[in-house]
């Protein structure tokens, strides 16, 4: 670990060797061909951690070849004995949680207390895949005609491509690469370059767990070269599906290229969730649930609310009331600190663009609440020690329709609270996007309830919730937020295809 780390961290690792900067292909740890690496930093100081290797086009077709060659074995694997094998891998998991969790903090600045509970959420994926696997059922159709007698059956597709994004290192992967090895396939993941250690370290578990060499192959790469992955990943014919997470403009570009040869795809996109209160609704309540919704790990998971629309006979209250929650809930301070729930931004770059939200908010007539106005715009003030990606959260009360965070995901904890008046004006302006991942509403009319479900438009919609992802769901979107759906049920079928097999009497 010495030779790995650049830092010193508050933390002592009871399993060092966790920590590895190498990719996993074929069953061998490997560094680039070339012997490239490249930098993972520290979001609480923007220090460098450590060297990743940094794989390319070539590594990436050996990884794909090293997964198709297992595949050929591993297909026959019977459901009991891939059942096991994530039975097998949960468990070590679980009791490497801590350590998963240290590795999450270092590579993504969440708190310690936040990133345990990121692990317990990427097993809660692989004990559910488990569990699934032996009620992977096929069906019997009665024939229109004839003596035949017709049965399908769900068989594995081979060669998965996984790229996961970097604001929940380990469930994202789990979630992911877990159900398509559970449904017999093999995998090539291409962790996100701001997170590639929890990816690692995931799969050091997998192959203790006795996964067999080729069935997971880790490709790590900077963000120079992952364009060069993603070209090999949707060209090679030898890949049957890719599942990508991320930003709606790259995965329109995935999903195009994959198109080509007709691979199927997964697609969870990006999101602009809106958040309605209504004027009936339980005030505590619902502020209690855009908390949940909005500032979960800084504002940073694509199902966020990011438009928050409240009728305008409660504003004022509601305003009042979300401030009051919000000073008493979130403490700040190292990220190391288990009493610790509010961490930085993941970059710079996240910094900026939330602030230049802000600024064109605040100059098209928009105010932060009357508590937050003796704070500087970028939030920091009180909290300069909190390092340079620190962004308190900031409630900004009228804002409007016209304003630059309608438009485009916030992705951090900046909540523009927007006046409506009626039903029909909240449910045309939560709509009024491309973007079709999660929306939020609080009202306790039962009736507004199902008629408010039903017409908005999104894959998710929580009803006087703020929390709707869980591992028994199907999570996904519509529109411009993707393809496809991940968790529960329906989430091996996604990596199998319907054999229908006809029998002559």
């Given at each position: 670990?010495?030779?790995?780390?650049?830092?010193?961290?508050?933390?002592?690792?009871?399993?060092?060797?966790?920590?590895?900067?190498?990719?996993?292909?074929?069953?061998?740890?490997?560094?680039?061909?070339?012997?490239?690496?490249?930098?993972?930093?520290?979001?609480?100081?923007?220090?460098?951690i450590c060297h990743v290797a940094d794989l390319g086009r070539d590594e990436t077709r050996q990884a794909i070849e090293a997964a198709r060659s297992a595949f050929t074995k591993y297909r026959k694997t019977t459901a009991r004995d891939r059942r096991?094998?994530?039975?097998?891998?949960?468990?070590?998991?679980?009791?490497?949680?801590?350590?998963l969790a240290a590795i999450c903090t270092l590579e993504l600045g969440k708190p310690y207390t936040e990133s345990l509970v990121t692990v317990k959420y990427g097993t809660d994926f692989l004990d559910w895949f488990e569990g699934a696997i032996e009620r992977q059922y096929g069906e019997t159709i009665p024939a229109a005609k004839g003596e035949n007698r017709i049965f399908t059956i769900r068989q594995p597709q081979g060669v998965v491509a996984a790229i996961t994004p970097w604001n929940s290192p380990v469930a994202m992967v789990t979630r992911k690469v877990g159900a398509a090895i559970a449904a017999g396939n093999t995998v090539v993941c291409k962790p996100a370059p701001e997170t590639p250690l929890c990816a690692i370290a995931v799969a050091k578990l997998f192959e203790r767990a006795g996964g067999p060499p080729g069935v997971l192959n880790i490709v790590t790469s900077s963000t120079e070269k992952s364009k060069l992955v993603g070209e090999e990943m949707t060209q090679n014919p030898l890949v049957k599906h890719l599942s990508f997470t991320g930003s709606t403009a790259v995965g329109r570009y995935l999903h195009a290229e994959c198109a080509k040869s007709f691979k199927k795809t997964s697609m969870e996109l990006g999101g602009n969730a809106p958040f309605i209160v209504f004027e009936d609704a339980n005030l505590e309540k619902a502020a209690e649930g855009l908390i949940s919704s909005k500032f979960r790990s800084s504002g940073q998971t694509c199902v966020c609310a990011n438009r928050i629309f409240v009728h305008r006979s409660v504003m004022d209250r509601f305003a009042t009331v979300l401030a009051t929650k919000l000073?008493?809930?979130?403490?700040?301070?190292?990220?190391?600190?288990?009493?610790?729930?509010?961490?930085?931004?993941?970059s710079a770059r996240a910094f900026d663009k939330i602030h230049a939200q802000l600024d064109d908010a605040l100059a098209h007539g928009a105010k932060?609440?009357?508590?937050?106005?003796?704070?500087?715009?970028?939030?920091?003030?009180?909290?300069?020690?909190l390092g340079p990606n620190f962004y308190a959260p900031r409630i900004i009360t009228h804002a409007t329709k016209?304003?630059?965070?309608?438009?485009?995901e916030t992705f951090g904890p900046l909540a523009f609270l927007v006046p409506f008046e009626t039903d029909d004006e909240a449910i045309a302006l939560a709509n009024g996007t491309s973007a079709g991942l999660a929306s939020y509403f609080f009202t306790e009319n039962i009736s507004?309830?199902?008629?408010?479900?039903?017409?908005?438009?999104?894959?998710?919609?929580?009803?006087?919730?703020?929390?709707?992802?869980?591992?028994?769901?199907p999570f996904g979107g519509i529109k411009d937020s993707g393809v496809g759906r991940e968790g529960g049920k329906d989430a091996l079928?996604?990596?199998?295809?319907?054999?229908?097999?006809?029998?002559g009497i």
């Open positions: 670990m010495a030779d790995i780390l650049l830092k010193k961290i508050p933390y002592t690792f009871k399993d060092p060797s966790l920590l590895d900067t190498r990719s996993f292909i074929g069953g061998k740890w490997v560094d680039a061909s070339n012997g490239d690496k490249f930098a993972v930093l520290d979001p609480s100081d923007n220090e460098q096991w094998l994530m039975r097998r891998w949960a468990d070590l998991i679980k009791e490497a949680k801590d350590d000073a008493s809930t979130f403490r700040y301070g190292s990220v190391w600190d288990k009493n610790v729930n509010f961490g930085p931004l993941y932060l609440h009357a508590d937050q106005t003796d704070q500087s715009q970028t939030g920091q003030v009180g909290h300069n020690d016209d304003m630059r965070f309608m438009r485009e507004r309830v199902w008629h408010v479900s039903e017409e908005l438009e999104s894959g998710m919609v929580g009803v006087r919730v703020g929390l709707i992802s869980a591992c028994e769901q079928d996604e990596y199998t295809e319907i054999k229908s097999i006809t029998v």
